[in-house]
């Protein structure tokens, strides 16, 4: 079955200009709204972008036509946008220990940890899943979302403070966010 965004993934695996002006068209808001948060200078964010775009044109020829398009661009500017992070500002980005650099005990607690988060986030309504995202995953500021949700600073934080101690709970006091 076709997806929405297959004729897409043709034009860009087959390297048509029409293509990639057809992406920046659909996703540009997309990978800015993703991007721009964890790169909070205008500056790093438009370099960002334009590594998005280099790498999803790159990726065109192993896309799959018949899957969604758009978890896969918004990895990708995420991805982009912390790799940058670390480079332009180390103190600021992410806690992601590359996986090797462990014990192999270590790495196993760390997969389990990894398997219980996902369990116990599954079990979370998808808009506190998604608010859980946005402010941890997608690192986007208080403020933005507040506004974006119609609701105050306070009322997100406190909603995230819950969120967190439900997972916590639920993983048996194992949540370092």
């Excluded at 044109?57 to 670390?86: C, E, H």
Aim: hydrophobic letters at 40%.
């Amino acid at each position: 079955m076709r997806t929405l965004h297959g004729e897409l993934i043709e034009l860009l695996k087959n390297q048509s200009p029409e293509g990639l002006a057809e992406l920046k068209r659909r996703f540009d808001a997309l990978i800015r709204y993703v991007v721009e948060p964890i790169l909070p200078d205008a500056r790093d964010a438009e370099e960002c972008v334009s590594d998005v775009y280099i790498k999803l044109w790159s990726a065109a020829p192993r896309l799959d036509p018949d899957r969604p398009l758009k978890p896969f661009v918004t990895a990708v500017a995420r991805n982009a946008a912390v790799s940058m992070a670390r480079k332009t500002r180390p103190e600021a980005a992410l806690d992601e220990s590359v996986p090797g650099e462990e014990s192999p005990e270590a790495e196993l607690m760390r997969r389990e940890r990894i398997r219980a988060l996902k369990r116990a986030l599954n079990a979370l309504t998808p808009g506190e899943r998604r608010l859980i995202y946005r402010k941890y995953y997608y690192r986007q500021p208080t403020a933005q979302i507040a506004a974006e949700l119609g609701t105050t600073e306070r009322a997100v934080e406190g909603r995230l403070y819950r969120l967190k101690q439900r997972l916590r709970d639920m993983m048996g006091g194992e949540w370092d966010g």
